[in-house]
């Protein structure tokens, strides 16, 4: 007990706006990741073909590329919570309307939808860390940020859940584009959420200049931080947005039931990251991050290789087992990866840091989904494609294993404790 009470104790010293910011984050990725569960189903079950499904959600990634990287320089010295308002407005409501668009078979408009919603989720992500780092305690800065990510695997385990149990009460109601317009339309709740956020923000510069000065920032730091992240990115965009199409392809797992695979997966990962602050204090960055990425990528060749025997009739358990230790293992890292990413950057580079972690990761998307389309017209197995993000995930974890190795050189520290100077935060 008192183990679970001082990790807990170190949650509640979070400050009050930043457990709002949480909150309607839940909200914002509520949204998001039914999305990410159900729309590939959604698109098949109107007629649309799998590489189309990929395609549609590419171009959500497309905007948020875009428009990131100016969003890193816009943000330095601005007031972050209007951000934060237009992302709630923009987000469910270009959600509601792409799952129209879908009923109505015009790929054009979910296109353009998905384009849009891509602004407002990127207001949102990017603007996120740096505001934790600015408004928060150092002391807590871990906790804050584990449970800023944890949003995204505990919203995936409820919704998961919601639509595994509704869809077998009903099927003929609850099918793929209702769940997702209901959830859409609870993302609206993050508005009053936001708007009933309080901080100071009055020291901010608005208005003034924009820091487009590159010389303002620490490139050769921030190359070396994107660089794990560009890599891991980029074989993720091969395998976690289409893995849903992979189980009902290869193995002919449905949606309802992957829901609930899903929705498991993601309640180990919400309750794994928990911990990590605790375990990167008591064992070190190279344990929290290079450790839990190893036996991730592990499970995650083992679950691709079950194509190959896709015939046997325990292939799609032996998926599905890998499936989920692999999810937990490669995401709990998440924050931690973060947390040492703005650290080793500086406290100067945090909102391009944030900025180009973001753009990295919808462009890497946006790259392999694209590539992924490609390679399923030409025919090309599930499992191959997934190798490729086997070779880059063991890249970028060889990377972070030198990131480590400097950013002790250079504090003293591997993470178990952090002397947070100025430099840093």
């Not at 660089?227 to 189980?247: D, E």
């Not at 025997?309 to 599905?320: F, L, N, P, R, Y």
Request: glycine residues 6%.
């Amino acid at each position: 007990m008192s183990f679970l009470s001082g990790i807990l104790s170190k949650y509640k010293k979070i400050e009050k706006h930043i457990r709002y910011l949480i909150v309607a984050e839940f909200f914002i990725q509520l949204v998001n990741t039914t999305f990410f569960m159900l729309f590939n189903y959604h698109m098949t079950a109107q007629g649309f073909l799998d590489y189309e499904a990929t395609r549609a959600f590419a171009w959500r990634f497309c905007m948020v590329l875009v428009l990131s990287f100016p969003l890193g320089f816009i943000l330095k010295k601005r007031r972050l919570k209007p951000f934060f308002v237009m992302a709630s407005i923009i987000v469910p409501t270009t959600a509601l309307f792409v799952v129209w668009a879908v009923y109505q078979k015009n790929l054009s408009l979910i296109y353009s939808g998905m384009f849009v919603w891509g602004i407002g989720f990127a207001f949102f992500q990017v603007s996120g860390l740096p505001f934790i780092l600015r408004y928060s305690d150092k002391e807590t800065h871990s906790e804050s940020i584990s449970l800023f990510f944890q949003m995204w695997p505990v919203t995936i385990f409820l919704s998961g859940i919601i639509y595994a149990v509704l869809s077998r009460v009903s099927p003929n109601i609850f099918d793929e584009g209702t769940m997702l317009g209901c959830f859409s339309a609870l993302g609206f709740l993050a508005i009053p959420i936001i708007l009933s956020m309080r901080v100071d923000e009055s020291k901010m510069n608005e208005g003034k200049e924009l820091s487009l000065n590159v010389r303002n920032y620490d490139w050769g730091r921030i190359l070396k931080v994107v660089t794990p992240t560009l890599l891991i990115a980029i074989g993720a965009g091969f395998t976690i947005p289409v893995i849903n199409l992979f189980f009902e392809s290869v193995h002919g797992i449905p949606s309802e039931s992957f829901a609930i695979y899903g929705a498991a997966t993601y309640g180990l990962v919400a309750f794994g990251m928990t911990f990590m602050p605790f375990i990167r204090r008591k064992f070190g960055y190279g344990t929290a991050i290079t450790l839990f990425q190893s036996l991730a990528v592990a499970a995650l060749f083992f679950l691709a290789a079950t194509e190959w025997i896709k015939h046997w009739e325990i292939a799609a358990g032996i998926a599905v087992f890998f499936y989920i230790i692999r999810q937990p293992l490669m995401n709990v890292a998440g924050p931690m990866t973060s947390e040492l990413s703005m650290y080793y950057a500086g406290k100067r580079n945090h909102e391009i840091i944030a900025a180009l972690n973001s753009s990295i990761w919808s462009g890497s998307w946006l790259f392999s989904m694209s590539m992924f389309s490609r390679l399923r017209e030409w025919g090309i197995p599930y499992v191959n494609i997934f190798m490729i993000t086997v070779a880059l995930y063991i890249v970028g974890i060889l990377w972070y294993v030198y990131l480590i190795r400097d950013y002790k050189k250079r504090t003293g520290s591997d993470g178990r404790e952090i002397e947070l100077s100025e430099e840093l935060v």
